[in-house]
């Protein structure tokens, strides 16, 4: 996990890490070497592994490669997030954010290119630390991450080239708080409707920050976001297609959109509004077909053209809301605003505790960096007493702390098991089948499912 107690970088990190001097003045290129990882890493497996990655703010790009969503600037805001003092606010705004975009030049693999879109804002050297410190969350680039993949490769890792070179690693948000609150829209909804309501949050994010809202400006708020209808998803399972992989099945769906809007956008008539940003549900640039290679080339390594950007108000895309924001409004406002229904309420209460100390994410993130049977325990016991809260949430948050050794399980995985394993599960027998078909990978069940 992250040593989030390392809040500056030491000298020897300072050596390894780089910045490319770019010809364009609105991109700042880190450089983000990938050590003892750059053996086996490959961004688009990482990226792809969870369906973490097709949660908004993410918006992955399977035509270049790259990964690109908002970050913070300041590492003063993760901490603040991290260990909240109601009596002070942080040292700069929750919203302060830039567009950043993620990719592994084909020329020079062993190194990922952090391009961030500064726009007139220089990078401090604080501001180039806080976005590498969400990049590496994100990828599990720790010292621990590292070891905890190549003890999976070395163990269970396979030579067959068609089967691919084992992973071991798990995408995840940039921050905790963000990973639980994607693991309360996971509950009891179909995944369209999960992406739809991560949308409509970080829709939400970018509105409060455009319009400059206060608590008494919320009942002019317009919620925007159209519901989609829930439907119990064992009452799907029987009339389900064939499971695809997740890199796969999403490149194919935005490639057939990105054809689309390559013909019918015109980017001088894109606002930049919340609004238009949504209405493609496309996790791409919406450019034209022709000028993308030149653009946004995998193999140059260079970032999209700024301005491809600012037309289409992709510098203004918003980010996923920190408690400091989420803490200013009222729970129906909230679950009428994003169509959460009841996970609005569980999401303001999980706010509530962080604002009031009972929930420490620092102490949280500290008491993860130890693996073990002790400490995930500890961990358990202490997210359980969240309200919504339940084994399966549980288990995703452990999952994305470090810990692999327990499956959530929920109707997905019935299908998962019939398809895969050819064994009609039910709902109440779905976790004994899932720990006799895994246990042999144990403590990596987890990135074995």
Same mark, same amino acid.
Request: proline share 6%; charged share 25%.
């Given at each position: 996990?992250?040593?989030?107690?390392?809040?500056?970088?030491?000298?020897? !990190?300072?050596?390894?890490?780089?910045?490319?001097? /770019?010809?364009?003045?609105?991109?700042?290129?880190?450089?983000?070497?990938?050590?003892?990882?750059?053996?086996?890493?490959?961004?688009?497996?990482?990226?792809?592994?969870?369906?973490?990655?097709?949660?908004?703010?993410?918006?992955?790009?399977?035509?270049?490669?790259?990964?690109?969503?908002?970050?913070?600037?300041?590492?003063?805001?993760?901490?603040?997030?991290?260990?909240?003092?109601?009596?002070?606010?942080?040292?700069?705004?929750?919203?302060?954010?830039?567009? #950043?975009?993620?990719?592994?030049?084909?020329?020079?693999?062993?190194?990922?290119?952090?391009?961030?879109?500064?726009?007139?804002?220089?990078?401090?050297?604080?501001?180039?630390?806080?976005?590498?410190?969400?990049?590496?969350?994100?990828?599990?680039?720790?010292?621990?991450?590292?070891?905890?993949?190549?003890?999976?490769?070395?163990?269970?890792?396979?030579?067959?080239?068609?089967?691919?070179?084992?992973?071991?690693?798990?995408?995840?948000?940039?921050?905790?708080?963000?990973?639980?609150?994607?693991?309360? &829209?996971?509950?009891?909804?179909?995944?369209?409707?999960?992406?739809?309501?991560?949308?409509?949050?970080?829709?939400?994010?970018?509105?409060?920050? &455009?319009?400059?809202?206060?608590?008494?400006?919320?009942?002019?708020?317009?919620?925007?976001?159209?519901?989609?209808?829930?439907?119990?998803?064992?009452?799907?399972?029987?009339?389900? !297609?064939?499971?695809?992989?997740?890199?796969?099945?999403?490149?194919?769906?935005?490639?057939?959109?990105?054809?689309?809007?390559?013909?019918?956008?015109?980017?001088?008539?894109?606002?930049?509004?919340?609004?238009?940003?949504?209405?493609?549900?496309?996790?791409?640039?919406?450019?034209?077909?022709?000028?993308?290679?030149?653009?946004?080339?995998?193999?140059?390594? &260079?970032?999209?053209?700024?301005?491809?950007?600012?037309?289409?108000?992709?510098?203004?895309?918003?980010?996923?809301?920190?408690?400091?924001?989420?803490?200013?409004?009222?729970?129906?406002?909230?679950?009428?605003?994003?169509?959460?229904?009841?996970?609005?309420?569980?999401?303001?209460?999980?706010?509530?505790?962080?604002?009031?100390?009972?929930?420490?994410?620092?102490?949280?993130?500290?008491?993860?960096?130890?693996?073990?049977?002790?400490?995930?325990?500890?961990?358990?016991?202490?997210? !359980?007493?969240?309200?919504?809260?339940?084994?399966?949430?549980?288990?995703?948050?452990?999952?994305?702390?470090?810990?692999?050794?327990?499956?959530?399980?929920?109707?997905?995985?019935?299908?998962?098991?019939?398809?895969?394993?050819?064994?009609? /599960?039910?709902?109440?027998?779905?976790?004994?089948? #899932?720990?006799?078909?895994?246990?042999?990978?144990?403590?990596?069940?987890?990135?074995?499912?």
């Amino acid at each position: 996990m992250l040593n989030i107690e390392k809040y500056k970088m030491t000298e020897e !990190k300072k050596q390894r890490r780089g910045r490319v001097e /770019s010809d364009r003045p609105e991109w700042v290129t880190l450089v983000l070497p990938l050590g003892e990882a750059a053996e086996r890493f490959d961004l688009v497996r990482v990226v792809c592994s969870h369906g973490l990655f097709m949660m908004a703010p993410n918006r992955w790009d399977p035509i270049s490669k790259t990964l690109l969503r908002p970050l913070r600037l300041n590492l003063n805001s993760l901490r603040h997030e991290w260990e909240w003092d109601p009596s002070e606010e942080p040292a700069s705004s929750a919203s302060d954010s830039v567009m #950043v975009r993620v990719s592994q030049p084909q020329d020079c693999p062993q190194y990922l290119h952090v391009h961030v879109y500064s726009g007139t804002r220089s990078l401090t050297p604080e501001n180039e630390e806080a976005i590498l410190t969400q990049v590496s969350r994100m990828l599990r680039l720790s010292e621990n991450d590292e070891k905890i993949s190549r003890e999976f490769r070395e163990l269970y890792g396979s030579d067959d080239e068609e089967e691919g070179s084992v992973i071991g690693r798990v995408f995840r948000s940039p921050t905790l708080f963000e990973d639980m609150v994607k693991c309360i &829209l996971l509950c009891n909804c179909q995944w369209p409707r999960t992406l739809s309501m991560a949308e409509a949050l970080c829709d939400l994010q970018l509105e409060l920050q &455009l319009k400059s809202l206060v608590p008494d400006k919320i009942e002019h708020f317009i919620p925007e976001t159209p519901a989609l209808k829930e439907v119990e998803p064992r009452k799907k399972l029987q009339k389900s !297609k064939a499971s695809k992989c997740l890199a796969s099945h999403f490149s194919g769906e935005i490639k057939q959109g990105f054809d689309v809007l390559s013909n019918d956008i015109v980017l001088d008539k894109v606002q930049p509004t919340a609004q238009n940003l949504r209405a493609s549900t496309l996790h791409s640039v919406p450019i034209k077909a022709d000028s993308w290679e030149e653009h946004c080339s995998a193999d140059s390594g &260079l970032p999209c053209d700024p301005h491809l950007f600012t037309d289409t108000g992709f510098d203004r895309f918003g980010n996923f809301p920190t408690p400091t924001e989420l803490a200013k409004l009222d729970k129906n406002f909230l679950a009428k605003r994003c169509k959460l229904g009841y996970r609005a309420g569980r999401i303001v209460k999980l706010v509530q505790g962080i604002v009031e100390g009972r929930i420490q994410l620092r102490q949280l993130e500290e008491t993860c960096m130890e693996r073990s049977l002790c400490s995930y325990d500890k961990l358990a016991e202490q997210l !359980k007493q969240i309200d919504g809260f339940g084994p399966f949430t549980c288990a995703n948050v452990l999952m994305c702390m470090g810990f692999y050794h327990v499956i959530p399980t929920d109707s997905e995985t019935i299908r998962h098991l019939a398809q895969v394993h050819a064994i009609q /599960s039910t709902i109440r027998t779905m976790v004994t089948d #899932v720990q006799k078909i895994y246990a042999k990978y144990a403590p990596f069940q987890y990135l074995a499912y």
